[in-house]
C-alpha cells in the first residue's frame, strides 16, 4: 500500500515537471515565431530606435552613451558586463523557478505565471512596435560591447535565425530579474532579503551599458510587470497551526490512598467531668 502511494506521488511530480516544461517550449517557439513574424522589418526597428532615443532626451533620460563610455575605457569592467548578461538572466530565472517549485508551490505558480504573462505581453509589443538596441542604432553612438571584447550571444543581425534583434522594448531581462527579485523579497526573512533587489538593478545597469537596451525598455518592462502582478491572485499561505495532540491509549484511573493524619499533638480541652473529678484545692 505504501509502495503505491509512493508510485503515484512520483508519478504526479512527474506530470506537473513535464506540463511546466511544455510550457516554457511553447514560450521559445513563440519567440521563435515572433523573430520570423518581424523579419524584413529592420528599417522600422531602426527607426523607432531613433524615435525612443530623442523621446528620452525629451523626458531628460541620462545619455546611455554615458554611462558606457567609462566602461570602455578598461576591458575587464566590459567583460563582466557582457558575461552578466551573457550567462546570468536565464540561470538565474530558472534556478529561483526550481526552489521555489520544491519548497514554496504556491510561490512558485504566482512566479511563473507572472513569467509567462510578461513574455507574452513582451512578443505582442516586439511584433507591433519591433525597435533596434542602441548597438544598431547610428544615432545613439553606442558600441556593440559584445562583438567588439565578447562573450557575445548575437551574430550579425541580418543572418540571426536563433534570436531576435529588434526586440528591445520591453526588456524581458529586466523584467524577469525583476520578477525573480520580488518573489524572493515575498519567501525570505530578515531584512537582509532586500539585497535581492541587486539583481534587477544590475541589470538594468548591465543591459544598457552594453548598449542592449534603452533606459525605457526596463521602464516599460517593470509597469508592464506591476500591472501583471496586481491582477494576479496572491498565494494562499499554508495553514501553519500545529495539528491537535493525538489521544494515547487511556490510563487506567488511580485512586490516591487516603492521607494519614498526622502526628502532631494538640492541647486537651478540659471539660466539665474533668472538672467534678478534680480534687478540691487546699484552702
Known amino acids: 500500500m505504501q ?17 511546466e516544461l511544455a510550457l516554457v517550449a511553447v514560450l521559445f517557439l513563440a519567440y521563435k515565431a515572433g523573430r520570423q513574424l518581424i523579419a524584413g522589418r529592420a528599417g522600422t526597428a531602426l527607426a523607432n530606435g531613433e524615435r525612443i532615443w530623442w523621446l528620452e532626451r525629451l523626458l531628460h533620460l541620462p545619455d546611455e552613451a554615458l554611462l558606457q563610455a567609462p566602461l570602455l575605457a578598461h576591458e575587464l569592467p566590459v567583460r563582466l558586463a557582457n558575461s552578466y548578461y551573457a550567462y546570468v538572466h536565464f540561470p538565474a530565472t530558472v534556478l529561483c523557478l526550481v526552489w521555489l517549485y520544491l519548497r514554496r508551490p504556491e510561490d ?6 507572472a513569467l509567462a504573462v510578461l513574455t507574452a505581453a513582451a512578443l505582442v509589443l516586439h511584433v507591433c512596435v519591433p525597435l533596434a538596441p542602441p548597438r544598431l542604432t547610428a544615432v545613439t553612438a553606442m558600441v556593440d560591447t559584445g562583438r567588439r571584447f565578447g562573450p557575445s550571444v548575437y551574430g550579425p543581425p541580418e543572418a540571426d535565425q536563433l534570436s531576435n534583434q529588434y526586440a528591445a522594448m520591453p526588456s524581458l531581462h529586466v523584467g524577469w530579474a525583476l520578477a525573480v527579485a520580488l518573489a524572493l523579497v515575498a519567501v525570505t526573512a530578515g531584512r537582509w532579503r532586500w539585497l535581492w533587489l541587486a539583481h534587477p538593478l544590475v541589470t538594468a545597469v548591465v543591459v544598457v551599458a552594453t548598449g542592449n537596451h534603452y533606459w525605457l525598455d526596463g521602464v516599460v518592462a517593470a509597469v508592464l510587470l506591476a500591472v501583471i502582478l496586481a491582477a494576479l491572485p496572491r498565494p494562499v499561505p499554508p495553514d501553519r497551526t500545529p495539528p491537535p495532540p493525538v489521544a494515547g491509549p487511556p490510563r487506567p484511573h488511580v485512586v490516591p490512598p487516603p492521607r494519614r493524619a498526622g502526628r502532631r499533638r494538640t492541647a486537651k480541652v478540659p471539660t466539665a467531668a474533668d472538672a467534678r473529678l478534680r480534687p478540691p484545692g487546699r484552702g
Not at 503515484?8 to 512527474?14: D, F, I, M, N, V
Not at 512558485?108 to 505565471?113: C, D, E, F, K
Open 108 to 113: 512558485y505558480l504566482r512566479l511563473r505565471r
Open 3 to 19: 509502495l503505491t502511494k509512493t508510485a503515484s506521488t512520483r508519478a504526479g511530480a512527474l506530470r506537473r515537471a513535464a506540463r
